[in-house]
């Protein structure tokens, strides 16, 4: 079994922390940390508050010390008490996880931590309730019945998850999935979650970084411009009428592209950061980074 920080939450005015770890195995521990249950630990929470600034700042490192590092003396705090419980429940590694694998995992625990003495003392509390969001978006009927007319349908525990390594199987979010179609067939896509944030704010957030002449009556046309399906596959179109109004894409993934019902492609996510393996540091946010992304996409739908 194999275990790793698959989410961390920070705040700007409280010192707290709340993780997610999660293991190939299908066990997943919600774990918090607050500095005031150190007591007399100097060490510990000296090493926390270094955690904790890296964290909140979203830097890759500081003062030569890497989120990396950060996130392994974060895990490390929870190992030994994770190794005792994910031993004593017999699951053995999903080699084949679904969705319902993922957002329905077989176990969970709740977890937090205190220290004494500069000794971690990690612990099981006894309550499920973790704090975090349901996975479960509710829908009326009418809605399920209309989107029925369009597309298909699938359970959760009929989408399998895509993972290039056994060793991330549960752990790291999904990002490519396998269906069956409608003709029986399986289908490799993309996955892109659903949230409850999804809706006007998210749409305003979308259209922040297009001027005001643009944002009504073309938006349509610059969302759509780097990306049409014809025959097997999505070709790319000309980038100008997007670059030659200073909008670049920036966070250029398969995640951010959706098809809608006319299996026309969208582009989301406009003024972001990069995502790296997609788009290389020194052309995020450029009109070469752009392409760089836009080729990769491509690249993996031949």
Partial sequence: MRQDLAYWQVHDTEDDCDLIIRSNSGHVFYCHICPSQFIRSPTITEQYFKCLELLRTGEVEIDDFYEEDAYEWLLNCFEPLIARLALSSELQVVTQPTLAHYYFPEQTFVCHLKAVDDKLQ??????????????????????????????????PSQVQVCYDRTEDSLIKPPT???????????????????????????????????????????????????????????????????????????????????????????????????????VDEDKAGTLEGDEQGVAKILELLE
């Fill in 176 to 278: 490519c999935i396998n269906i069956t179609n409608q003709d029986g067939q399986p289908l490799k896509c993309f996955f892109k979650k659903f949230g409850l944030s999804f809706g006007p704010s998210h749409a305003k957030k979308e259209t922040s970084c297009i001027e005001e002449d643009y944002r009504i009556s073309d938006t349509s046309s610059i969302s759509s411009v780097y990306l049409s399906p014809r025959g097997s596959g999505l070709k790319r179109k000309r980038t100008s009428s997007l670059h030659e109004n200073d909008i670049i894409w920036g966070d250029v993934k398969g995640e951010n592209v959706l098809i809608d019902q006319n299996d026309d492609p969208w582009i989301i996510e406009f003024g972001g950061s990069y995502t790296m393996g997609w």
């Fill in 122 to 155: 990690p612990e099981q509390l006894d309550t499920k309730n973790h704090g975090w969001s349901s996975p479960i978006v509710k829908f009326d009927s009418d809605f399920l019945t209309e989107l029925n007319q369009w597309t298909q349908s699938y359970t």
